[in-house]
């Protein structure tokens, strides 16, 4: 007598069909949910990234944010002192190279250095079992939005008016006033300079994100990078020099590696950790886990960080991604502008178009 099986029972294969034909649609309407081509009005990161084109311009080959930048290498050396919070072996008390990049926000490449009052570091982190930890950071405590639609909303109204190439100012206003969640950010921003050098800044997640240890208990954490050099700390980029920061910093590191501290923050019960809008208290417990040391640097069109998609939930084993929407939504537009920028020759005279790195 032939032994039956599900495989092999005509009478079960159109049951097998149905359930392998359901697997695909859920699959396919996934991807339509996704992508928007189910709900045209749904906030998509294509929508996001237009919107960041349009106020940044066309420039083939750049990122449509972080456009103007340069690229830094070095190394992470942890301590040990995190070790008891999170698996992440590069708590340990050893060395990870780094691959970085620092930049002004925006998508404009040319735009001069005293524009804007926030630098951004972006990092790469490799460990030797090829684990990555990718981090961007900028230099302000807080982000001025809590949710991606906000987010793309500041956008649009801040669009350039054809008429003036200028945000319409009633229209900044009207979006201003209708987000009163950007009072910590406004508060910040109202002191804010833009500093005359990269290396004197402080750089904050912004997100917070857990840390899981070896037990599996999770502590969210945000964390900053903390200058170890001071001089320069408080000189203002002047107007009359568009590109300030990309001549200071390799003057800087030709006389000596440039280093931060990495300081993580730990949240007590109660903190926001969906909402990057919000300060944590400043009592909370801080942990010096370790020190970043960079130690050269190179040009973002032919640098090693040209084809790197700093997206920031790419994380190791020991770090996980907080219920903030930001961080989703930032890991959706950073691949969507990455996909752009790498079937576009790179807008700079004399570069090769950029390699298909998609991590």
């Known amino acids: 007598m032939a032994q039956r099986s599900s495989n092999g029972d005509p009478g079960n294969r159109p049951l097998r069909w149905v359930a392998i034909g359901g697997a695909v649609a859920v699959v396919v309407l996934a991807f339509g949910y996704v992508g928007g081509w189910l709900a045209p009005a749904r906030l998509t990161p294509k929508k996001v990234v237009d919107a960041l084109q349009t106020n940044g311009g066309q420039h083939p080959g750049?990122?449509?944010?972080?456009?103007?930048?340069?690229?830094?290498?070095?190394?992470?050396?942890?301590?040990?002192?995190?070790?008891?919070?999170?698996?992440?072996?590069?708590?340990?008390?050893?060395?990870?190279p780094v691959v970085g990049r620092f930049a002004l926000p925006g998508g404009n490449p040319y735009a001069p250095d005293s524009s804007v009052p926030i630098r951004s570091m972006a990092l790469r982190l490799t460990a030797p079992d090829?684990?990555?930890?990718?981090?961007?950071?900028?230099?302000?405590?807080?982000?001025?939005?809590a949710t991606p639609q906000a987010f793309y909303e500041q956008l649009t109204a801040s669009a350039p008016d054809p008429k003036t190439g200028k945000p319409d100012p009633t229209k900044v206003k009207a979006f201003v006033g209708a987000h009163p969640e950007m009072a910590e950010f406004l508060a910040w921003v109202k002191g804010a300079k833009p500093s005359a050098s990269f290396a004197t800044e402080t750089y904050y997640s912004l997100n917070a994100f857990y840390l899981v240890n070896k037990d599996g208990t999770r502590q969210a954490v945000r964390w900053r990078m903390v200058p170890q050099q001071t001089d320069g700390a408080g000189q203002v980029a002047a107007a009359g020099d568009p590109d300030i920061l990309r001549e200071d910093l390799p003057r800087r590191i030709a006389a000596g590696a440039q280093s931060w501290k990495l300081e993580l923050t730990l949240a007590a019960p109660g903190d926001p950790v969906d909402d990057a809008t919000k300060a944590w208290p400043a009592d909370r417990k801080t942990i010096d886990a370790g020190t970043l040391v960079l130690n050269?640097?190179?040009?973002?069109?032919?640098?090693?960080?040209?084809?790197?998609?700093?997206?920031?939930?790419?994380?190791?084993q020991g770090i996980q991604v907080s219920g903030d929407p930001l961080l989703a939504a930032r890991s959706a537009a950073y691949a969507d502008s990455y996909l752009r920028r790498t079937s576009e020759e790179a807008g700079v005279p004399g570069t090769a178009p950029l390699s298909s790195e998609k991590k």
């Open 296 to 316: 050269d640097v190179a040009p973002q069109d032919s640098g090693p960080c040209r084809d790197i998609n700093y997206d920031p939930t790419v994380l190791p």
């Open 62 to 96: 750049y990122r449509r944010n972080h456009a103007k930048g340069i690229c830094v290498i070095g190394y992470f050396e942890g301590n040990g002192a995190a070790s008891a919070y999170s698996t992440a072996s590069f708590f340990e008390a050893r060395k990870s």
């Open 130 to 145: 090829g684990q990555q930890w990718r981090t961007g950071m900028n230099s302000m405590p807080v982000f001025p939005l």
